[in-house]
């Protein structure tokens, strides 16, 4: 939901349902099991074989911890949820009491691609992903707003430049 204020816009989006597998949580499950494995390895079998299956346990935690830092990597610059704060050059993202304040820089790109925006900075490297609009106006509007356009209120429209967005 897209309100105007005295400065930009506040956005309420709207949190899409996650396509991604859980495989994180498995691989998780698996190395929980496999510590319980080795606990009864080392009680169970002769030493050699004890440590070897304590030495798999600690490369199967460094592969997971590796992964979850790539996917946490990954995740930094998605926002799905919460509500957006607009304004020229910033935006704020106030997800469930947590916020984080955005300051765009001149030489980062706002892509409009369906009804997400990606912002961009100057080597085409994604710094931002943000989807969950209820329209493809709604995220026409905030690029319009995160780019400077003034936007005016008109009854039930939105007035951009020469654009009409109801």
């Given at each position: 939901m897209l309100k105007l204020t005295d400065d930009g816009a506040k956005i309420t989006l709207q949190d899409q349902p996650k396509t991604t597998d859980d495989g994180m949580f498995w691989f998780g499950s698996a190395l929980l099991i496999g510590a319980v494995a080795v606990a009864l390895?080392?009680?169970?079998?002769p030493e050699r074989l004890a440590i070897g299956a304590l030495a798999l346990l600690i490369i199967g935690s460094f592969i997971f911890n590796r992964k979850r830092q790539q996917h946490k990597k990954a995740m930094a610059g998605v926002i799905s949820s919460g509500i957006l704060w607009l304004r020229a050059g910033e935006l704020v993202h106030d997800n469930q009491g947590k916020r984080q304040h955005i300051q765009l820089t001149d030489g980062?790109?706002?892509?409009?691609?369906?009804?997400?925006?990606?912002?961009?900075?100057?080597?085409?490297?994604?710094?931002?992903?943000i989807s969950g609009f209820d329209s493809?106006?709604?995220?026409?509007?905030?690029?319009?707003?995160?780019?400077g356009q003034a936007l005016g209120k008109r009854h039930v429209n939105i007035k951009m430049s020469n654009e009409l967005i109801s």
């Open positions: 390895a080392m009680s169970l079998l980062d790109k706002i892509m409009l691609i369906g009804e997400q925006l990606q912002i961009v900075d100057c080597d085409d490297i994604r710094k931002y992903h493809i106006q709604e995220a026409t509007a905030a690029k319009a707003i995160l780019q």
